[in-house]
């Protein structure tokens, strides 16, 4: 039997025991669908319809505060029902046109997840792992940078400042890679960065504050002549808020490589 003429029939014999079921009358279904006796209401959108909780199929346990569930209201038009996936940390739900794609995309989740942890340092690893793993530290403050860059259209220089003050941190940690660093020092060094990256970010802010104040220039751009005359001190003052704040990204990912975060 081909899998979407099991799925119609398991649908139509599953719709009609709920429709029989003495609690059909709070769920709210329109007269119509009742008398067709067919819950395959709609193809699957992506949107949530708390109604269909009450015929849900939980097909997971309660861990770390997630549940998975199968839709046998809603179904796609493969027959496939739709999967949906709550969490605490996840606004409404994450909704799936079939299992199978929910279970695709967990798996390459954590599968990215994975690698993202490897490319850390346990507080168990030998000495020699940090410079080892190096080159990971190196990748994620420059993938970080390029994302920045690929937004810079349009953000008035601040895309810009965030990607400079990535840069600013890689080159940093690329220096104590050349350097002769012993593998015992190298984690202290990389901890020290990440204090000094944070409070070379707050001297940014702090001069800032002290040379330009944002809300200032915007206060005083009150015509289109006077925008044109601020706007290059307002495009300065926001790249410089940019890079304060890359360089505190940058602190927060050499302690998040060193499993400090």
Same mark, same amino acid.
């Given at each position: ?38 819950l395959g209401l709609d193809p699957a959108s992506g949107a ?9 199929? =939980? %097909? !997971? ?9 199968? %839709? ?12 949906? #996936? #709550? ?5 409404? /739900?994450?909704?799936?046109?079939? #299992?199978?794609?929910?279970?695709? =995309? *967990? ?11 490897? &490319?850390?340092?346990? /507080? !168990? ?5 940090? /410079? @080892?793993?190096?080159? +990971?530290?190196? @990748? ?6 390029? &994302?920045? &860059? ?26 104590? *890679? ?9 984690? *202290? ?16 802010? &702090?001069?800032?504050? =002290? ?9 005083? @751009?009150?015509?289109?002549?006077? %925008?044109?005359?601020?706007? +290059? $001190? ?10 304060? =704040? ?12 060193? +499993?400090? $975060?």
């Amino acid at each position: 039997m081909a899998a979407d003429d099991f799925w119609r029939r398991f649908l139509e014999r599953w719709s009609r025991a709920i429709l029989a079921s003495p609690d059909v009358a709070h769920l709210g279904l329109p007269p119509d669908v009742v008398a067709s006796g067919w819950l395959g209401l709609d193809p699957a959108s992506g949107a949530v319809n708390y109604r269909h909780l009450s015929s849900a199929i =939980q %097909i !997971s346990d309660v861990g770390d505060a997630a549940v998975m569930l199968l %839709i046998p209201a809603v179904t796609g038009p493969d027959g496939e029902c739709e999967a949906w #996936f #709550f969490a605490n940390w996840v606004p409404g /739900a994450e909704v799936y046109p079939s #299992f199978r794609e929910m279970l695709e =995309q *967990s798996y390459d989740s954590e599968q990215t997840i994975n690698a993202q942890r490897a &490319r850390q340092v346990a /507080a !168990s690893d030998p000495p020699d792992t940090v /410079a @080892a793993k190096l080159p +990971g530290l190196l @990748a994620e403050l420059e993938g970080h940078a390029a &994302r920045f &860059r690929q937004t810079a259209e349009g953000a008035m220089g601040y895309s810009e400042g965030v990607a400079a003050g990535l840069d600013e941190a890689t080159d940093r940690v690329r220096s104590l *890679s050349r350097g002769r660093v012993s593998p015992v020092d190298l984690r *202290s060094r990389l901890r020290d960065l990440a204090a000094e990256l944070d409070a070379e970010a707050a001297r940014v802010e &702090r001069e800032q504050r =002290q040379q330009t104040d944002l809300s200032t220039l915007w206060s005083a @751009a009150r015509s289109f002549s006077s %925008i044109i005359a601020h706007m +290059g $001190d307002m495009h300065d003052a926001i790249g410089t808020a940019g890079r304060a =704040q890359g360089l505190h990204q940058a602190a927060g990912i050499v302690r998040w490589f060193l +499993g400090d $975060d």
